[in-house]
């Protein structure tokens, strides 16, 4: 493990913002399994029960606000990181319909005093984590290329897109990269990734979330959106691409500070009603019905991202197809809720490491 992204991460000072969500409870684990010297800084895990605790990481875990920028600075004067990975904010679209102001407040304050403590402290390295809503969606079936505009129609995508466009100004402003090591030392690069999934998930309005939880109680789930399309990823896709941008900002490659696409091929993008059928083939118990309700807030149908600048910059690729996908994450709340709360993180991460190799991606060989 400790080779991976050229060993880059072997005690290096890594502070990851949201280590108790979904996302960065599974990046904290894949640091820690590469040496990495790992600080956490969030809010108390969002949901219970919750994949950070089940981890039971050996992990500096800071509970704050990333609004609070005394505090945000005090954790970086401390543990001075190498290298921040910013993945913390309010990432729910119905709720941020209900809390428009807390969810700007999180996702755009609350970035830019992630930002300015990175500048304080002369971090080398931020990787920032959007959205592949953060773009103006035009409802078409192309991808969105990263140089196309942001936009947002909801309060929550609408938000990402302002992070985004907040981290083109300090590219500009403070670390820009005709200035990089003159006046400045920091790389910053934005990441966008669609819909993840995978084992760990307790969010509100999520759908593998929902599924699992419903079967787990034996129920049927309830679909609002039965053909809309989404790109479904395993949470460890996007990860590998933060992880090989993180790298190549470590590594002083300043072309690489600027913004990246991880999405799936177009394989990958399937609408609710196949991924239900998908996930049954690997749960039999899985039932569900279809519940669609005319007054339900707008949410975007057709999103895809065009990643063709990661494939052939980075040499980034999708490693598991979606039923793949779809099977490590389904046995991976099976094994939870029948097998009393055993976790499969362990062994995901390695399979997915192992069929990385086979395929001879760059971050894995
Ligand atoms: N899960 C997805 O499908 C998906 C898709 C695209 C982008 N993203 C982005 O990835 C990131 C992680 O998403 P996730 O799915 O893991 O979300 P999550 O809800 O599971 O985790 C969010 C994390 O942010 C923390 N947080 C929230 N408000 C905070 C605050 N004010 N101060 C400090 N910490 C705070 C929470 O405590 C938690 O650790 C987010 O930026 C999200 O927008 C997620």
């Known amino acids: 493990m400790q080779k991976l992204f050229g060993g880059i991460y072997k005690d290096k000072s890594v502070l990851v913002t949201g280590h108790t969500g979904f996302k960065g409870s599974w ?20 949901t219970q029960p919750n994949h950070i605790s089940l981890l039971n990481l050996d992990i500096v875990s800071i509970v704050g606000d990333i609004r609070d920028l005394d505090q945000l600075n005090r954790a970086f004067e401390t543990y001075k990181p190498d290298i921040v990975f910013h993945l913390a904010a309010q990432p729910l679209v119905r ?3 209900e809390n428009p102001i807390e969810t700007y407040e999180t996702n755009v304050m609350g970035t830019l005093k992630v930002f300015e403590a990175c500048r304080k402290y002369d971090v080398k390295a931020i990787v920032n984590i959007t959205s592949d809503k953060a773009y103006e969606n035009k409802e078409w079936i192309w991808g969105y290329r990263e140089n196309d505009p942001m936009g947002g129609y909801d309060p929550y995508s609408s938000s990402k897109g302002c992070a ?9 402003s403070y670390f820009n990269v005709q200035e990089y090591k003159k006046t400045h030392d920091t790389l910053l690069a934005s990441c966008r990734a669609g819909n993840v999934i995978g084992g760990g998930d307790w969010a509100k309005d999520r759908l593998i979330t929902d599924i699992m939880l419903s079967v787990s109680q034996g129920k049927k789930v309830s679909i609002r959106n039965p053909h809309a399309t989404r790109p479904w990823q395993h949470v460890l896709e996007p990860l ?19 913004a990246w696409n991880f999405g799936p091929s ?3 993008s399937i609408t609710v009603e196949e991924v239900i059928h998908n996930v049954k083939k690997h749960w039999e118990k ?4 279809i519940n669609q309700d005319p007054s339900q807030p707008h949410e975007a149908n057709l999103l895809k991202l065009d990643c063709s600048k990661a494939h052939i910059l980075l040499k980034w690729k999708d490693v598991w197809d979606s039923d793949t996908t779809f099977e490590k994450t389904v046995k991976w709340y099976k094994s939870f809720y029948e097998e009393d709360t055993k976790i499969l993180t362990e062994d995901d991460l390695k399979s997915y490491v ?4 086979t395929k001879q991606i760059e971050w894995a060989v």
Do not use: T
């Open 164 to 172: 985004d466009l907040l981290a083109n100004s300090y590219r500009n």
């Open 27 to 46: 990046l904290v684990y894949w640091l820690r399994e590469m040496g990495a010297k790992v600080v956490g800084y969030s809010l108390e895990a969002p």
């Open 240 to 258: 590998s691409g933060y992880l090989h941008v993180g790298q190549k900002l470590l590594e002083e490659k300043k072309e690489f500070g600027e």
């Open 286 to 289: 899985i039932d569900y019905e």
């Open 354 to 357: 192992a069929d990385a190799k």
């Open 266 to 268: 177009d394989e990958g």
């Open 95 to 97: 709720l941020s319909y």
